[in-house]
């Protein structure tokens, strides 16, 4: 699944969060996994279609569970001003990070006489850089040591190496002038053991007190323009609420949200958000087992998508029987999508869609 570390400036609200998130997790049903790590939560991605389809597939008593994907959410504690100097940022931060897929940044866009800031005022866009200054430097110090390493191999003739080694210089070059790696593209993609942060994409979450959810305060119109600027996505939440809400049943939690003039939870959104930002979709098994939820790439073929399932079912793979989501709701089952010849069968060069019902066809 997808994984989102959760980071900011001491008392922006990151804690409030995810510990809202944490709760979601807990009360979260028809989970298939075991005990996680304290700093990790899962949030279960909405997702309208998995109860339709549930419904369609009840017989009599039996209504089939509905397992959907979830987003991990890390929380990475330790970044405040200066980390990135001296002792250089924890191990077990630069592991943490390193691990995710993409970066919320939580930044304070409420005002709280009580709540003290670490600079002593609010300003968000001077928080998200004191943040992405630390993550900068990070980098350098990381990929200074990694080019040192490949210019000796470089030296030795190893042309992979000397091929490495420039392009490590070339992502220095946008660090050292204050930028993200991410900023830029490159000729050759930047290896994952190159271990960068700012290569992951971003969203920034404006933290708003419950009477700022439903008009953007002025904060939030500057994070809106910084984040334009980087082509990265802002979600606006109530960390409060999100606490709120985490304790109340779905109905109640629904009309709550209706209450204070907003569709859907922050979280929800966070991730939708996150989906998109990643470019991620979502393709579905049904039945009268299970209707169950799978999250793959957007540009994955029917064979990868099935290796999600189990490997047994990529190596093995045939052929598959596909069909949209809808069109199953429609003609209310498989038999009876078979025999409007709604179900297509598709080979190994299948790309998936979104929204996709498969069912593997393989040898075992
Ligand atoms: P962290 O240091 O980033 O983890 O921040 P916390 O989640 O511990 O929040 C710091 C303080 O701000 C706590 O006292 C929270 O209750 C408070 N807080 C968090 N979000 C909001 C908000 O939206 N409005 C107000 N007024 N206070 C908030």
Same mark, same amino acid.
């Given at each position: 699944g997808l994984s989102i570390g959760i980071v900011g400036l001491p008392n922006v609200g990151k804690s409030t969060l995810f510990n809202a998130i944490t709760r979601a997790t807990v009360l979260a049903a028809n989970y298939p996994f075991a005990t996680i790590e304290p700093n990790? =939560?899962?949030?279960?991605?909405?997702?309208?279609?998995?109860?339709?389809?549930?419904?369609?597939?009840?017989? =009599?008593? +039996?209504?089939? $569970? &509905? &397992?959907?994907?979830?987003? @991990? !959410?890390?929380? /990475?504690? =330790?970044?405040?001003?200066?980390?990135?100097?001296? @002792?250089?940022? =924890?191990?077990?931060?630069?592991?943490?990070?390193?691990e995710v897929d993409a970066i919320a940044h939580v930044v304070r866009c409420f005002e709280d006489d009580n709540v003290i800031h670490v600079a002593g005022r609010v300003d968000p866009v001077d928080d998200i850089e004191t943040i992405n200054t630390e993550l900068i430097l990070a980098d350098m110090a990381g990929l200074e040591k990694r080019l040192q390493n490949l210019q000796k191999k470089a030296k030795g003739n190893d042309k992979e190496a000397a091929a490495l080694a420039s392009l490590a210089e070339e992502i220095l070059a946008v660090l050292a002038a204050g930028? $993200?790696? +991410?900023?830029?593209?490159?000729?050759?993609?930047? $290896?994952?053991?190159?271990?960068? &942060?700012?290569?992951?994409?971003?969203?920034?979450?404006?933290?708003?007190? #419950?009477?700022?959810?439903? #008009?953007?305060?002025?904060?939030?119109?500057?994070?809106? %323009?910084?984040?334009?600027?980087?082509?990265?996505?802002?979600?606006? /939440? *109530?960390?409060? &609420?999100?606490?709120?809400? *985490?304790?109340?049943?779905?109905? #109640?939690?629904? %009309?709550?949200?209706?209450?204070?003039?907003?569709?859907? *939870?922050?979280?929800?959104?966070?991730?939708?958000?996150?989906?998109?930002?990643?470019?991620?979709?979502? !393709?579905?098994?049904?039945?009268?087992?299970?209707? +169950?939820?799978?999250? /793959?790439?957007?540009?994955?073929?029917? $064979?990868?998508a099935a290796g999600e399932i189990h490997t047994d079912l990529e190596k093995g793979f045939i052929r598959a029987e596909v069909i949209e989501w809808d069109k199953m709701v429609e003609a209310g089952g498989w038999a009876a999508a078979k025999s409007k010849g709604w179900v297509r069968t598709e080979g190994k060069e299948y790309v998936m869609k979104d929204g996709d019902i498969m069912n593997v066809l393989h040898s075992s």
């Open positions: 990790v =939560g899962r949030v279960t991605v909405p997702d309208e279609r998995l109860s339709a389809l549930s419904r369609v597939f009840t017989k =009599g008593e +039996r209504v089939p $569970p &509905i &397992i959907p994907t979830y987003v @991990e !959410f890390v929380d /990475i504690a =330790g970044l405040v001003k200066g980390a990135s100097q001296g @002792e250089g940022l =924890g191990n077990q931060f630069l592991a943490n990070i390193r930028k $993200p790696a +991410r900023a830029r593209e490159y000729d050759q993609p930047v $290896p994952k053991d190159f271990g960068l &942060i700012t290569t992951k994409p971003v969203i920034y979450v404006a933290n708003v007190g #419950e009477n700022d959810l439903t #008009e953007d305060n002025a904060y939030v119109r500057r994070v809106r %323009e910084y984040a334009a600027a980087e082509g990265a996505q802002v979600v606006k /939440i *109530s960390a409060q &609420i999100e606490g709120e809400l *985490s304790e109340m049943p779905e109905e #109640e939690a629904r %009309e709550f949200l209706a209450d204070l003039g907003v569709q859907e *939870s922050g979280l929800d959104q966070l991730v939708k958000v996150g989906y998109k930002t990643l470019g991620l979709i979502t !393709f579905i098994t049904s039945g009268e087992k299970e209707v +169950r939820a799978w999250t /793959i790439r957007n540009g994955e073929k029917a $064979p990868e």
